[in-house]
């Protein structure tokens, strides 16, 4: 999540000019075009590829030069790099963004984020690899640009309790539809009975909560202990609808129930502890 934001910061820096000087900017028209120059950390293709390489492969970062000069974004004149006189920004929080591994190997990790946008109770989601380079580290090698693959409510922005996974789940339900209920998962998992997608949400107040699992492995012990309130899961079907409900918490007696939602709509619930 860290080089994630970073990738972020670094790739505004470069959006906005480098470091520039104080005062006027120095500036040009070229094909009835205005561009004022890059400042001197990131003025000529050497330095604005180096620049990039901290957060991005030096292959990923030199592709992005292309591109842009390519669309006349960037032009080069007199050894020096120059950019359009235009301003952009984004309202998507990084620093705040929450990550989940999709898959991996001993050089390279695929991540999905969850980015809130601005103050609403909205998220955009990214999907982004990672990259092990030797004697420099990992280093994303998406472009900078890389757009959003979806957008959906912030993880935990949505309210859930037993009453309204009582009330609102039911078999057959869309991913959007669930997304619409209860926000993004926490995880993505498989299920070790059948190697179905799961969707694992942890309800809790405590934001120090951490539990990993490789399949749908309940935290009795967290629910034991208070550390989590519910744990939910959602089995999809090769469709992509609700092909099973699952809940589990603690109830007054201090006993972990389980609760499972039957093909009639109707919860069977069992004490599990």
Not at 56 to 69: G, M, N, P, V
Not at 82 to 91: E, I, N, Q, T
Not at 157 to 175: C, E, F, P, V
């Amino acid at each position: 999540m860290a080089l994630a934001a970073e990738s972020r910061s670094v790739y505004w820096h470069a959006e906005n000019g480098g470091k520039l000087p104080e005062g006027p900017l120095a500036t040009f028209e070229l094909n009835g075009t205005h561009y004022f120059y890059l400042g001197k950390d990131i003025g000529t293709p050497e330095k604005y590829v180096a620049y990039l390489s901290k957060a991005f492969t030096k292959e990923t970062a030199q592709a992005f030069l292309t591109k842009r000069l390519d669309s006349k974004y960037l032009v080069k004149r007199n050894g020096r790099l120059a950019k359009v006189d235009a301003d952009k920004g984004s309202l998507a929080e990084w620093k705040m963004a929450k990550a989940w591994l999709v898959k991996e190997t001993s050089t390279e990790k695929q991540f999905k984020f969850y980015v809130p946008i601005g103050e609403n109770y909205d998220c955009e989601t990214y999907k982004l690899t990672f990259r092990y380079i030797k004697g420099a580290g990992w280093r994303i090698a998406d472009d900078p640009e890389t757009e959003p693959v979806g957008r959906c409510p912030v993880p935990g922005a949505k309210t859930i309790d037993a009453a309204s996974i009582r009330t609102q789940a039911k078999l057959g339900m869309k991913y959007d539809e669930v997304n619409a209920l209860f926000g993004a998962p926490h995880d993505n998992l498989t299920s070790a009975k059948d190697d179905r997608d799961v969707w694992r949400y942890d309800i809790t107040q405590r934001d120090d909560y951490r539990f990993r699992a490789e399949s749908d492995d309940v935290d009795l012990e967290g629910i034991k202990k208070g550390k989590i309130d519910i744990q939910l899961f959602i089995t999809w079907s090769e469709e992509g609808a609700i092909a099973g409900c699952t809940f589990y918490y603690k109830d007054k007696n201090g006993k972990v129930c389980e609760e499972r939602l039957q093909a009639g709509g109707n919860w069977q619930q069992t004490v599990i502890q």
